[in-house]
């Protein structure tokens, strides 16, 4: 992967943890490349969709 891919990917990252769209696995433990759960993407879409006001 190249530098710029990286660097966009950790700007979403940071982008999405600023909404509060994602966290982490506890208070100071982040996973980043733990496989996730259905359940942990069905709530990190609904917290964008509500970032976005899409949803209430």
């Known amino acids: 992967m190249c530098k710029k891919a ?6 979403l ?3 999405l943890l ?9 208070e100071t433990t ?3 490349k ?3 759960t259905r359940a942990q ?3 990190v879409l609904k917290r964008m969709l509500q970032y976005l006001q899409f949803i209430d």
């Open 6 to 11: 990286i660097f966009s990917l950790l700007l």
């Open 13 to 15: 990252v940071l982008q």
């Open 18 to 26: 600023t909404a509060q769209c994602i966290k982490g696995i506890t």
């Open 30 to 32: 982040f996973a980043p």
């Open 34 to 36: 733990e496989l996730t």
């Open 41 to 43: 993407s069905t709530v």
